[in-house]
């Protein structure tokens, strides 16, 4: 069976960092483009950060810019969030998603959560003092 599997999540003071992996299983990631998610209890899932096959083209959400950084390593079929600054409102269970190559942009991956083919089930991200 296909697998994505997140990891990474934890507790961390506000201002502080965390690198979440997602790791995939049983197919390759460079021929998808991969999509952080995010959803705190109540809340709708968000899109939060996506890029591209190759890793050429990237997307954040507004409220991540200039503290979280999308990347992957396809040697290793994982793709990387580096999250800085953390704050509270950053605390969510994190999800991450595939969908095949030329499918979708970027844009519409993180803009949508409803075609992806793939997704994980999830690690916890808390920013707490």
Known sequence: QLQLVESGGGLVQPGGSLRLSCVGSGFALSDYTIGWFRQAPGKKREG???ISPAGFSTNYADSVKGRFTISRDNAKNTVF????SLKPEDTAVYFCA???????TVQAMCARDDFQKYWG???????SS
């Not at 969030?81 to 800085?84: A, E």
């Not at 089930?121 to 920013?127: N, Y």
């Open 48 to 50: 939060v950060s996506c």
């Open 81 to 84: 969030l580096q999250m800085n």
């Open 98 to 104: 595939a969908d095949p190559k030329g499918q979708s």
């Open 121 to 127: 089930r999830g690690t916890q991200v808390a920013v």
